[in-house]
């Protein structure tokens, strides 16, 4: 609809209406402390609080594109202000002439006010003193992983599939004061809101203390999983990240991509088509008003409609018929648009001038079918009330087809980059009241032009065309309806719409702040990243330079480049979705085919063979030195993530993604016995020395002990989170047991709790335990690896250097030697009695994560295998010949070659 002026009483109406909601500011008082400049920037800063601050950034109120106001760093570095030039600054000039606040916003800064903000600019635009809040602490992708987990441990299984995630961390890693976060928050709101068909308004909830990172659940929305598959098959920026906290997450949610960005969300899906699939519009206008309980052409004929017609709208290029109906859950409004008519207006027929039909004050009756001369119109916006009380949009042609876009010759929207008005933001951004109320003219002309119509015609106008009081009361009406609902998502209208806003931040150029951040990188890694890596200069060169700047479209273009290069994961192509599960609330397989080919892997102790678990959703015995299948055992049904070996290494034990864990003959290949009582992904399994039991843990909190023999349960313990790794004490007593941020000594054969570490900072991913049973260690997702001698209360030594988790671990007897191998895909030989400088060699060959490590039994060499079954060999016989007294120079640890 048109974008209008507001007339009259109806303007101070509005105008009231939205004062009431401005809560006044008390004027801040400057702290004391600092340099005579500091105390002065902190005087500005009051005094912009108190007279500005309301409308450029309390409750992330965003007039004219401002909502950082009081951020004196930002003023001077966005331009608004140019320091020791107050002639030059936009801030300055728009106080001195009285136009910020505006003339009719009290209370109004004094001379004395002025001169000191004057005084500050002239002086530098000095800063002040720095608060504690400046030096934030970075929110990791781990960190925002972990909030997600814990949020989700809250929920009971069945739940867990509705919840999706957003994030604005990066932004707030950018330096995006909580003013400026507040006005992503308020759009995030307001647009899950506006693309809903529940019955209430229900806002993402925030689960940190800054609000960086937000829930929703789908059936809030009535969304499911196909709907949030057709949002993912837009997203650009999803990185499959190999940790555990991740695979948990996707698995208790039974989604590959559960968090996206919410800038890039608030950007995208207020836009055509994805605005129209989301919120299920239908392909015509007809469909949607019979959706909605509207039959246009009974409220035409019954007169059950109420019509405005005007000239310069402001968005439509010529004049307009604005037409309410009642509908389902409010109002409905649509226009008539109609492009311009050619410069000769009139043909010339049987000697008269006949105007044209795209004249509505010559033709006010229509549509075609519903009046004997109707009016001729080219397309039309609708405009039309939600359950929750919101609003929703629709830009149709002649034919009342759905168009993304309305063509620019009828309506043009000067905020969109190709001037088109898009359905969507370019209606959000003119609705800011709802309704754009406009004044009929139809009326006036019908009463001074009385010869113009027919007596009928004449009374059927008036009956459709009420005029302009009765039109703007009505108006006034849906206005109220609709700043009630938008207040109910923690915003209000103002001037600056916040998801138009939104999309206009995101869509323009970023600098290398902004762009570090959303790699998940510090400027000077990012910096120093572009610099050494060949493919990084020629996408992001022009970050470099001081006000470099790269545009969002060739961002995004390069982001896949940048995520292998970088080694941040693995690029979510959303092609590669599984089939939806039987209710349509997730996947049937959210982890498939999520980290390559072998996610786990165990070695005999010659190295000559392998047990793989398999993403292909089998297990396979590996020939090394071959690099061959020497058998394949299938029989689950979705991806295999765990496997343990017999002692004697005739069986295997296996579990997947389908619930069940299996085992194997490895000498025929068949199954021998399952366990089907899990109902989540079976991720940690582990084989009794005497092959009598078996054990079994699952992300469903469950950790099972089984008989080999026939299936039954020896003893079951539940309530543990999700289970992540599991090691068998090689004398047979006890069970090692990770279970999320927590490790478990359990007695083998009662699965009674002998012993508990932690909990600690990130999830558990990988356990081993030495040949005597005397040394046992953990590895986390943060890449740190706790080591314990038998009877230890507290870890006796924590090993760092990997840069993501420490996905394998192997200890040799005696618990000196301890291998290695993380998702950064790295092997490393660490020498636990050098505490100083424990790690003694460090391989770097492998390019993909590692998924298996052992010491072989030759006492010469060690082996890794990664997620692309590369195996390689490493030689260790000197290393471990080296005394214990002796240690290496920090600065030269050894990086060996196989």
């Not at 859950?329 to 006949?354: K, S």
Request: with cysteine; net charge neutral.
């Amino acid at each position: 609809m048109a974008e209008v002026r507001l007339n009259g009483w109806l303007a101070s109406l509005v105008a009231s209406i939205m004062i009431s909601w401005i809560a006044p500011c008390k004027a801040a008082e400057p702290p004391g402390g600092g340099t005579e400049q500091q105390r002065l920037a902190a005087q500005v800063q009051a005094i912009l609080k108190t007279h500005c601050y309301r409308c450029h950034g309390q409750d992330g109120v965003v007039e004219g594109g401002v909502n950082y106001i009081i951020d004196l760093g930002k003023l001077v570095a966005r331009k608004k202000v140019i320091a020791g030039k107050p002639e030059e600054s936009r801030l300055w000039r728009r106080m001195e002439e009285g136009t910020m606040p505006p003339p009719d916003e009290q209370p109004r800064p004094s001379a004395e006010e002025l001169a000191t903000v004057r005084r500050w600019i002239t002086l530098g635009a000095p800063l002040p003193e720095a608060s504690t809040s400046t030096h934030r602490k970075t929110i990791t992708t781990a960190d925002v992983h972990q909030m997600i987990l814990n949020d989700l441990e809250r929920f009971d299984r069945r739940s867990r599939r509705f919840q999706r995630f957003f994030t604005f961390h990066h932004l707030y890693n950018a330096g995006l004061s909580q003013d400026e976060l507040q006005t992503y928050r308020n759009a995030l709101n307001k647009l899950v809101n506006s693309l809903s068909w529940g019955s209430k308004i229900i806002n993402p909830v925030p689960l940190d203390e800054a609000k960086t990172v937000f829930r929703i659940d789908l059936r809030w929305y009535q969304w499911d999983a196909t709907i949030w598959n057709r949002i993912l098959q837009e997203y650009p920026y999803g990185i499959l990240e190999d940790t555990t906290a991740s695979r948990v997450i996707s698995a208790y949610t039974l989604a590959r991509m559960p968090l996206i960005r919410g800038d890039w969300f608030v950007a995208t899906a207020s836009r055509a088509p994805l605005y129209y699939d989301v919120l299920q519009i239908p392909a015509s206008l007809t469909e949607l008003e019979r959706l909605i309980r509207v039959d246009a052409a009974r409220n035409i004929q019954q007169e059950r409609v109420i019509r405005v017609a005007f000239n310069g709208s402001g968005v439509s290029r010529f004049n307009r018929i604005l037409e309410r109906h009642d509908a389902a859950h409010g109002m409905y409004w649509r226009t008539y648009d109609f492009d311009e008519p050619p410069a000769n207006l009139a043909n010339r027929l049987e000697g008269n001038l006949v105007p044209d039909p795209r004249n509505v004050f010559a033709f006010p009756l229509g549509p075609a079918g519903l009046a004997e001369n109707p009016f001729r119109h080219a397309g039309g916006e609708a405009i039309f009330t939600l359950p929750n009380g919101l609003h929703a949009f629709f830009i149709a042609n002649g034919n009342n087809a759905r168009l993304d876009k309305a063509p620019i010759n009828i309506v043009s929207d000067p905020r969109r980059p190709d001037r088109a008005v898009e359905a969507g933001v370019s209606c959000m951004s003119c609705h800011v009241t709802g309704i754009m109320p406009k004044a009929d003219q139809m009326r006036d002309h019908l009463e001074k032009n009385p010869g113009a119509f027919s007596r009928r015609e004449a009374e059927l106008i008036r009956a459709l065309y009420p005029g302009k009081e009765a039109a703007l009361k009505v108006m006034e009406e849906d206005i109220k309806r609709f700043a009630e609902a938008v207040a109910q998502t923690g915003a209000r209208v103002s001037r600056q719409e916040a998801v138009s806003t939104v999309t206009l931040k995101y869509e323009a150029d970023l600098d290398i702040e902004q762009a570090a951040a959303e790699v998940g990188l510090s400027v000077p890694q990012f910096r120093e990243a572009i610099i050494r890596s060949e493919v990084l200069r020629r996408h992001c060169g022009s970050l470099l330079p001081a006000g470099g700047t790269i545009t969002r479209q060739l961002w995004v273009q390069a982001f896949g480049d940048l995520i292998r290069e970088l080694q941040l994961g693995t690029l979510f192509v959303a092609s590669l979705n599984g089939p939806t599960n039987e209710d349509n609330t997730g996947e049937l397989d959210p982890l498939e085919s999520l980290a390559g080919t072998a996610h786990q892997i165990l070695f005999r102790p010659d190295g000559r063979q392998a047990v793989v678990a398999a993403a292909d959703r089998s297990v396979r015995l590996w020939d090394v030195t071959g690099q061959r299948d020497l058998k394949r055992l299938v029989g689950h049904t979705a991806s295999v993530w765990s496997v343990a070996l017999s002692p004697d290494g005739k069986m295997a034990l296996s579990g997947g993604m389908d619930g069940v864990a299996r085992l194997w003959d490895l000498t025929s290949g068949s199954e021998l016995q399952r366990y089907t009582e899990h109902i989540s992904l079976v991720s940690a399994v582990a084989i009794h020395g005497n092959q009598r039991w078996a054990y079994s843990g699952s992300y469903d909190g469950v950790l099972a002990a089984w008989r080999t023999r026939d299936g039954t349960e020896l003893w079951r313990r539940e309530g543990l989170g999700y289970v992540t790794a599991l090691a068998i004490d090689p004398t047979g007593e006890w069970l090692l047991v990770a279970a999320g941020r927590q490790l478990l000594i359990l007695d083998a054969q009662t699965g009674e709790e002998r012993r508990r570490h932690g909990p600690f900072p990130y999830s558990l991913c990988s356990l081993a335990i030495s040949p005597d049973g005397q040394w046992y260690a953990a590895g986390s997702d943060d890449g740190s690896i706790r080591l314990w001698k038998r009877g230890d209360l507290q870890a006796r030594l924590t090993l760092t250097g990997h840069s993501g988790p420490a996905r394998a671990l192997a200890i040799k007897e005696g618990g000196r030697w301890l291998l290695s191998g993380g998702v950064d895909r790295t092997v490393r030989l660490w020498d636990t009695v050098r505490p100083q400088q424990p790690q003694v060699a460090l391989w770097t060959q492998h390019r993909a994560p590692i998924s298996g490590v052992a010491f072989l039994n030759n006492d010469t060499q060690a082996i890794s295998g990664d997620q692309t079954l590369t195996i390689r060999l490493w030689r260790i016989d000197k290393h471990l010949a080296t005394p214990a007294a002796t240690s290496a120079p920090p600065d030269k640890i050894p990086i060996l070659r196989d």
